[in-house]
Structures are given as structure tokens and as C-alpha cells.
């Protein structure tokens, strides 16, 4: 007997010495890889931050950890390719305004949140929207009587338009004889006074007025908003700068020293200082795979809902006007062409049919005069194209940075502004995926949820928030869950430059994955946006668990 167990222990331990050891191994899931070589699996295996097999066959290793992952749907980790990080991790602690569908539930929000605050702070973000109660813009003596010591300034949920109260207006300097600046409107009465609302280059003025955040704060923001993406499955982001760009970049690289990364993130500043990027790029080099930069965001327009999104025609509900350019054509042309021959990346706001024709004749001409390269610039939005745009992006390899869950609420009200021919071409998935763009997703967060669930549901459902469209609005553009996925991890790695890396489960790849509650291949597409995250990873460590 003691023989025969001698030969089985000697057995065992040759089968074992036989097997790879890894440090973890995730048994029994639904895994979407994104590799078009290894599409699906069940196994994969985690040694240090790598990736070391996608496959069927968990015999081949052990493991100090086995996870069952019970055949839930495993997912590369979601990147988002648009957000304004620090301003979100402010506004998940302030008042909450998207869904005040009345004047009176408005106000009454304001009200209590400013009691709730036994100071005079200033009282930010919100994310209101008139078109909630009709478009009827707000007015300062609305909530003077109610905001206390609070100064006031919060955002229409586009970030191109907000609303002070007269204690802000004040602080700004803001009166009857205020002229707006290039870019942006002073909204005024009959009798010419300033009714509260500012839009695009006019909001500076308030801006301008308020104290910046201290360091210790923008920590806090930074912590807040990572628990809450990585929370929704999200591992990497893009941060087009909330407090001017750099003191963000700055906040990003404190967490980053200390350890406090729990995601990956692609830090851009504002465009206009590109040459100061230039000079930090030679001096620190572009970061890691945890923390990069060289990414500059300018802005061509505004928005549709602040009708300052820029058009070749005139807005159906307001012909005075086609919009505007936030930025001096002549100032963003050479920006880029020096950006763009400094090497730097580049990522461009445009809204308007007008806007996207603008930045992609600049785009053109940075090509012809600086050369063909690796350039990957972006168009950020490329909300409202025409048929000619969409064959430029193609042409010129300009990847179409969008966000598809804005179309569950510009939809609402968008044919109000826009005839039917320029809605046709609003949030063009399935046009630009034919003629070959390179399409990435994003939410454009606090904008829109940060959940990657929500644009999947928006692109290939296109329902909108008032229910009017159940077979989708324009419903010619819906694409596939699997094409709306790529767009949030293959090509977004891509957009990012982390292409290699990321966005695929491979072997030799960053251990970067998210598990879903349900599968999105299984459900009815009206329910994927209630699917949750369970399970989020990031270099094969745990940074989120569901309880």
C-alpha cells in the first residue's frame, strides 16, 4: 500500500510539473474576446498583469486561484473616449437635474440642495434641460429667492449653455452693458438684462469668477469618479480636461505616483496650449500604458441643444441664426498644423454639418503640409454629418470619436432644430461603418452615464427617452451588438494608441476584462442597458467585485 501511494504521489506530481503555473484562472464563461483569429472561449489565464491563454482547456495549468465564472459573459474591459473626468467625480456629490421634467421641479431641486449646504459654496454642474419643460430657457429670478449664499452657475447637460444666479452674475461682473465674447451669447431680456444663462465662450466669464479647486479636492473627484467607472466595467478612459487641462493632467499624475490608478487614462489638455505640450512631451516623454498624454482637444462649435452647434443652414426654430464657432477659425487651423507637425495627437469638438466639414479641410491640409503619418486624429462627436463628410473620414483615416446615448435625448427634441435631411445624417453608425470609419463610443460623461451599456443600447436599438421611436430613430443607422462592442474596446484601444495592448484578450495582452450579469447576446436589446457589471479587472487585479 505505502508503495502504490508513493507511485501515485510521483504520478501526480509529474502530471502537475507538467502544467503552467498562473496566478489565476477564470473557468465556465462566455468570452467575447474581440480577436477575430480566437473569437469566443471559457478559460483564460492571468500570470502577473499578461494575459497567458484564451481558450477551452483549463487542464493545462494550475493556479493559485481558480474562479468559476458560473457562464456569465466575460468582455474586454470597456474604454470610454470622451469623458470630463474630474467635473463627473464633482457632480456625482451635487445637485442632480437631468430628469426635473417640470419649471417647478427645477426649482425645488435647486431649493433643497442649496438648503442641504450650510455655506456659501459654489453650487455647480446639474445638468438641467429645458426641453424638459418645454425649452423654456431659465431665469435668474427663478431661484434667487431659494439659492441662499450659494453663487450658482450650473451646466445644461450638453456643457455648451448654463445658468447663474444673480449672486454669480455678480461676482462675474456680468450686467446690462456685458458684450459677449467671439463664440458665445449673453442671453438678455426685453429690458437688456442678463437673464442667467450664458452660452459657449460666454460661460468664461463666470468661469472666471470661480475659485479653482484646491489639489486635495480634485483628488477626491479623481477617486469618486474611478470607483464609479470601474464599477460599470470601464478600464480605461479618455479625458478631455474638466479644470483647463492641465491642473487635471497634474491630479492624474498624483493618483498615479501613489498608486491610486485603478483604471487606465489618456489625459488631453486644451488645444490652444499645444506648444506647451510639446515642450512637457520632450522633457517627460508621453507616461505608460497606466497614464499617457499628448493628446490636445480643441473646439470647432457648440452644441444642438444650445443651438450653437454649427450648420450650414439656419436652425428650423431659430433662422436668426446657424450657430456659431466657439473657436477663430483662422487661431484652430494653425494650432493644428503645428500641433499636428509638433507630432502631437489631436482631437477636435465638431457638432454642425458646417463644423465637421471645417475640422476635416484642416485635418486635409495638416496631411498635405506636414506629411503622411500615424496621425489617428480624432473628431470628437461627429454628431451631424453629410454623405461627403462621411467619404472624407474615410479618405483621411479621421476615426469618428461619438456618443451614442445623446441620441436617447436629442432625439426628443432634435426636429424642432433640424429638417429632415440634416437629421438623417445625426449619429451615422452604420453609414460610416460601411464605408470603412473608424467608429469609437464613449458618453461624454457627466454628459451622459458613463455606462458603456447605455451607448451599446442607444446604437443599436436607437430608441429614444419619450418612447416615440420603439423601431429606433433613423432606424437605417442601427448597427450590431458586436460592432457597437468593437467600438468601445477593439477601436477604442486603437484611439488611444494602446492598440496591442488592450481592447482584445489575447495572449501577451494586458489582463483588462469586465463580467456582465448578463449576456448582451442573449437578452432582448431593450434590456441591455440593465445589465450590470459583476466583476472588473485591470492587469489581472481585482478593482471592483459585486457584492
Known amino acids: 500500500m505505502k508503495n502504490f501511494l508513493q507511485l501515485l504521489f510521483i504520478a501526480l506530481l509529474f502530471v502537475s510539473c507538467g502544467k503552467e503555473k498562473v496566478d489565476r484562472i477564470y473557468v465556465n464563461a462566455k468570452i467575447w474576446t474581440g480577436d477575430t483569429l480566437n473569437p469566443s472561449a471559457t478559460v483564460i489565464a492571468v500570470k502577473g498583469e499578461k494575459i497567458v491563454y484564451v481558450g477551452d482547456d483549463a487542464t493545462k495549468f494550475t493556479a493559485n486561484e481558480t474562479i468559476d465564472v458560473q457562464g456569465k459573459q466575460l468582455l474586454p474591459g470597456f474604454t470610454d473616449n470622451h469623458t470630463h473626468f474630474l467635473s463627473a467625480g464633482y457632480a456625482l456629490s451635487s445637485v442632480k437635474l437631468k430628469d426635473a421634467m417640470t419649471k417647478e421641479e427645477f426649482i425645488k431641486r435647486i431649493a433643497d440642495f442649496c438648503k442641504s449646504k450650510q455655506d456659501d459654496t459654489w453650487v455647480m ?79 468664461n466669464l463666470v468661469i472666471k469668477a470661480i475659485p479653482p479647486p484646491t489639489a486635495e479636492q480634485l483628488d477626491q473627484y ?47 489638455v486644451p488645444l490652444a496650449t499645444w506648444e506647451r505640450m510639446d515642450s512637457f512631451v520632450q522633457k517627460n516623454g508621453r507616461g505608460d500604458d497606466v497614464l499617457h498624454w499628448g493628446g490636445l482637444k480643441g473646439y470647432v462649435d457648440g452644441s444642438l441643444g444650445s443651438t450653437t452647434a454649427w450648420f450650414h443652414q439656419p436652425y428650423l426654430d431659430d433662422p436668426r441664426t446657424s450657430g456659431l464657432f466657439i473657436t477663430d477659425t483662422v487661431l484652430l487651423r494653425k494650432w493644428v498644423l503645428g500641433a499636428d507637425k509638433a507630432g502631437l495627437h489631436l482631437a477636435v469638438h465638431a457638432i454642425g454639418d458646417k463644423a465637421n466639414d471645417f475640422i476635416l479641410s484642416v485635418y486635409e491640409n495638416a496631411i498635405k503640409v506636414n506629411g503622411e503619418r500615424d496621425r489617428r486624429s480624432r473628431v470628437e462627436h461627429a454628431q451631424h454629418v453629410t454623405k461627403q463628410a462621411i467619404d472624407q473620414f474615410a479618405k483621411l483615416g479621421v476615426i469618428a470619436s461619438m456618443h451614442p446615448y445623446h441620441m436617447y435625448d436629442d432625439g426628443i427634441w432634435a426636429y424642432k432644430r433640424l429638417d429632415t435631411n440634416r437629421l438623417k445624417g445625426t449619429y451615422a453608425f452604420k453609414s460610416m461603418k460601411d464605408k470603412g470609419v473608424k467608429i469609437t463610443f464613449g458618453s461624454d460623461w457627466p454628459v451622459a452615464p458613463i455606462d458603456p451599456v447605455y451607448g451599446i443600447y442607444s446604437a443599436v436599438t436607437r430608441i429614444t427617452g419619450d418612447g416615440k421611436n420603439p423601431n429606433g430613430w433613423y432606424p437605417n443607422e442601427k448597427i450590431s451588438i458586436e460592432d457597437a462592442l468593437k467600438a468601445y474596446t477593439v477601436t477604442n484601444a486603437y484611439a488611444s494608441f494602446l492598440d496591442g495592448k488592450i481592447g482584445v484578450l489575447k495572449e501577451g495582452l494586458y489582463a483588462d476584462f469586465t463580467i456582465l450579469e448578463n449576456n448582451l447576446f442573449e437578452v432582448q436589446k431593450e434590456q441591455i442597458k440593465d445589465i450590470k457589471a459583476l466583476r472588473t479587472v485591470l492587469k489581472g487585479k481585482e478593482v471592483f467585485l459585486r457584492k
Not at 470601474?230 to 498615479?256: C, F, H, I, K, Q
Open 222 to 268: 479623481f477617486d469618486a469618479a474611478a470607483k464609479y467607472a470601474v464599477e460599470r466595467g470601464v478600464t480605461n478612459v479618455t479625458d478631455m480636461n474638466s479644470y483647463g487641462g492641465w491642473s487635471d493632467l497634474e491630479t492624474y499624475r498624483r493618483a498615479w505616483k501613489t498608486d491610486r490608478m485603478i483604471l487606465r487614462m489618456y489625459s488631453f
Open 125 to 203: 454642474e446639474g445638468s438641467w434641460d429645458h426641453e424638459n419643460w418645454g425649452g423654456e430657457l431659465p431665469s435668474k429670478e427663478w431661484i434667487d429667492s431659494v439659492t441662499g449664499d450659494h453663487p450658482l452657475f450650473i451646466s445644461r447637460y450638453d456643457s455648451h449653455m448654463a445658468f447663474a444666479n444673480s449672486k454669480a452674475l455678480k461676482l462675474a461682473g456680468i450686467d446690462k452693458l456685458t458684450v459677449a465674447p467671439l463664440g458665445g451669447v449673453v442671453v438678455k431680456n426685453k429690458d437688456g438684462e442678463p437673464t442667467g444663462v450664458v452660452k459657449d465662450a460666454a460661460m
